[in-house]
């Protein structure tokens, strides 16, 4: 019998483009998909025309939890720190048993390790410490509570320990995500993407402090391979896959320092004739705030975790170009954004 699976997010980046991979490999697979208004309900049927349509938003706590109940498979794509939809799928987990499992995958974000920064309101500089989902899985698991994204994780990890033989659970953590999605709506990540509009609309390169600080990688669709393996191997009734307390999945292709990838900016906009140099100047945190409110996090922060489980469990590797080879792509689209 094919597997009933319940999707959020599917208008959305990641899941856009995590729906396609899924459903384009199990096109026999039975999916529900949470769509919050018809206009965007129509643009997932065109595509997706066996795809049923669940009408309802993140805050639809009762229908959410009645998919859960119903679904083998959930594919929580959706805003990784809304607290009420991560209750509802916990809350409908609670109606499987060992008899009818339910595998739960779901998106977090490799912002849960920026905890240091944000503690010490730090930006630009170069932290050493990094992390990994192997052997260091067991620190991920308990990352402290004031970590981003840490009150959501909790939740689905609680939701399989409470049910261990109900509900296997298995987070994906993503670094930051850049390349075209395949998806029904958003096709475009965030944080390159913002810097490129920011440069282009003052005019100016900058870096955020003396820009030292490192994250990870991954193209969006190396990231959907990540999500389509745990898939299969849910399907398989478990599979290759590791899960609840050993259901952490670190997502990259590599680090990058992000003042090189604000040089790379500044000189493709400059290139693209969008700006007059590719000079960059260092701007303190009131002066990157005012250019973006989350601006220290997202372009000041270090966030360094090694994928080493998807590629020993599933010989995961990805394939796509790295971030600063798309960097003059992405300059283009956000000027072509900007009217220009």
């Not at 320990?161 to 659970?169: A, D, E, H, I, L």
Request: proline share 5%.
């Amino acid at each position: 019998m094919a597997p009933q699976v319940f999707v959020t997010g599917a208008t959305g980046y990641i899941g856009g483009d995590g729906l396609y991979a899924v459903a384009n490999a199990h096109p026999d697979w039975e999916f529900a998909a949470l769509i919050r208004n018809k206009e965007k309900a129509a643009v997932v049927s065109s595509k997706y025309p066996k795809i049923r349509v669940v009408h309802g938003d993140l805050d639809s706590a009762d229908i959410i939890e009645e998919e859960v109940k119903k679904a083998d498979i959930v594919f929580h794509f959706a805003d990784c720190d809304h607290v009420a939809s991560a209750e509802a799928i916990a809350k409908g987990a609670k109606h499987h048993t060992s008899e009818r499992p339910l595998w739960i995958i779901h998106t977090s974000g490799t912002g849960i390790l920026t905890v240091e920064d944000q503690r010490a309101n730090s930006y630009g500089i170069n932290r050493p410490k990094e992390y990994n989902d192997w052997e260091g899985v067991n620190e991920l698991v308990n990352l402290p509570a004031d970590a981003l994204h840490r009150n959501v994780d909790e939740i689905i990890i609680n939701a399989g320990k409470s049910n261990p033989t109900g509900v296997r659970t298995a987070i994906v953590c993503p670094p930051t995500i850049y390349g075209p999605g395949r998806g029904p709506g958003n096709t475009k990540s965030v944080q390159a993407y913002l810097l490129s509009s920011a440069v282009i609309k003052r005019g100016k390169g900058f870096l955020v402090g003396p820009g030292e600080n490192v994250w990870h990688q991954v193209h969006v669709q190396d990231l959907s391979n990540v999500y389509l393996a745990l898939g299969d191997a849910a399907g398989e009734g478990g599979g290759k896959a590791t899960w609840n307390d050993e259901g952490y999945y670190f997502a990259e292709n590599g680090s990058f320092v992000w003042g090189d990838v604000q040089r790379a900016v500044a000189k493709a906009a400059f290139d693209q004739k969008y700006i007059e140099s590719p000079e960059v100047e260092s701007l303190d945190d009131k002066g990157t705030t005012e250019i973006l409110s989350v601006g220290l996090y997202a372009w000041g922060s270090n966030s360094r975790g090694h994928a080493i489980r998807a590629r020993k469990l599933f010989g995961w590797e990805p394939k796509q170009p790295k971030l600063l080879d798309l960097i003059p792509y992405i300059v283009a689209l956000e000027a072509k954004g900007l009217g220009l």
